[in-house]
């Protein structure tokens, strides 16, 4: 029998993975497909340069517990590719997989690996039936991106943007990254912003000035921190956030933007409070409470996962850890084209040593001895040759939390060993 692995591998093998922006050539193979995407109703869009997956998580939940159909194509997935794809119910089989596959290529037009896994997206969203909402997570920047497909979808949700991925855009500027995310966007729908740097903000409200679509910015709702928990509060709305699995204030945030959206759209005051207690991000500011990683440590250490890669997210996990009592370790690996450098340095006096690694499976990580090198300037360091090395060169008799964290990618691996 053919495993999930097996097949993604096979499909990495005849599909390129390398990031070419272009709409041009899926736009063609669903035309030839008779455009299944425009028989998509309610598709809803989540762009950004960090908290699309939490944003969109939340706002399925929302919609799920309100009795409304959703499906929902994610990327990456961290350790099955069929978590990419969910179908209202499941999530798509190797079987669907291989079907939707074979369907693409008898157009005989060549796709990249993203490409692909978008059109058997919307050949699988397309046959489910009673779908109220699709939700969507763009893959690099928004312009020519193959997730880019509607002129009127139901809503467009702008997460936060950052300086990512500077090198797909000329010049290399903040602006124009905030440009390739935003100008193609609808004319015609609701777009949703969240909370920004304030120069991002200015940014952002100066390329959608000419934008026809209504609007609504973070500044329309607020999350204030209490006691025990947080309260999101809008002109309508007080929602207590009390949850004991989300962990950040990066997180709470991406989660309020989630309760906005679900509240305009008709879901219930009392079922956000009612739902907020059991969602949860994999791979995001995340304890490991048991598994086979967990099992190498002692009673008294933790286990914290986070897939930050950005400058943006390294400082969300550091405004956790600094609230932390005990001392904190790390072990991190991290893919090229990244910041390395500046990414570290955002972790000042936060952890007491590091351990590097190479992220297994990964032909763009950095290797662990460049990581070592980079890290040692500010943080005493070593390497290791894989994950479970890592873990049981840092566990002791001390007290500790230990993090592993740097790249999604990683934190696919972590949970597939753990």
Not at 161 to 166: A, L, S
Not at 234 to 242: E, T, V, Y
Not at 381 to 400: D, F, G, M, P, Q
Request: charged share 25%; aromatic share 10%.
């Amino acid at each position: 029998m053919l495993s999930h692995s097996i097949l993604y591998k096979h499909l990495q093998k005849r599909y390129s993975r390398r990031i070419n922006l272009d709409l041009e050539r899926i736009q063609k193979v669903l035309a030839v497909l008779d455009f299944p995407h425009l028989e998509l109703k309610h598709p809803i869009n989540i762009l950004g340069s960090d908290g699309k997956m939490s944003t969109l998580t939340s706002l399925k939940y929302f919609f799920e517990a309100h009795k409304k159909n959703v499906t929902t194509f994610t990327s990456p997935h961290l350790y099955d590719v069929r978590h990419r794809f969910w179908l209202k119910n499941k999530y798509i089989t190797l079987k669907e997989i291989k079907k939707y596959t074979k369907l693409i290529e008898s157009t005989g037009l060549q796709l990249t690996l993203f490409e692909l896994f978008t059109c058997i997206y919307i050949l699988a969203a397309k046959e489910q039936k009673n779908i109220h909402y699709h939700l969507v997570e763009a893959g690099l920047l928004f312009k020519k991106d193959s997730t880019n497909l509607w002129t009127e979808p139901k809503a467009q949700i702008v997460t936060n943007i950052n300086f990512q991925h500077q090198d797909w855009v000329s010049p290399q500027t903040l602006t124009e990254i905030c440009r390739q995310k935003l100008d193609s966007l609808s004319q015609n729908t609701n777009i949703y912003i969240a909370k920004q740097q304030p120069k991002t903000l200015k940014i952002i409200k100066n390329i959608l000035k000419k934008n026809k679509s209504k609007k609504i910015y973070a500044s329309e709702f607020s999350v204030k921190k209490k006691k025990k928990f947080y309260l999101y509060n809008d002109q309508n709305h007080k929602i207590p956030i009390r949850s004991k699995i989300i962990h950040s204030k990066g997180l709470i945030n991406n989660l309020a933007l989630a309760i906005k959206v679900a509240l305009d759209f008709g879901v219930p005051k009392k079922i956000i409070i009612q739902t907020i207690p059991k969602i949860q991000f994999e791979g995001r500011v995340q304890y490991l409470k048991k598994g086979k990683l967990k099992k190498l440590l002692k009673l008294q250490e933790n286990l914290l996962i986070d897939g930050c890669h950005s400058i943006a997210s390294a400082k969300n996990l550091y405004n956790y850890l600094k609230m932390l009592k005990e001392p904190i370790y790390g072990i991190w690996g991290m893919q090229k084209n990244k910041l390395p450098d500046q990414f570290i340095k955002s972790f000042n006096k936060i952890f007491k040593k590091i351990i590097t690694i190479t992220i297994p499976n990964e032909p763009n990580a950095l290797k662990a001895e460049e990581l070592c090198s980079i890290s040692q300037k500010y943080i005493p360091s070593r390497t290791a040759t894989n994950i479970h090395a890592a873990v049981k060169k840092l566990s002791s008799s001390e007290k500790k939390t230990i993090v592993i964290f740097g790249s999604l990618y990683l934190m696919g691996e972590v949970l597939s060993k753990n």
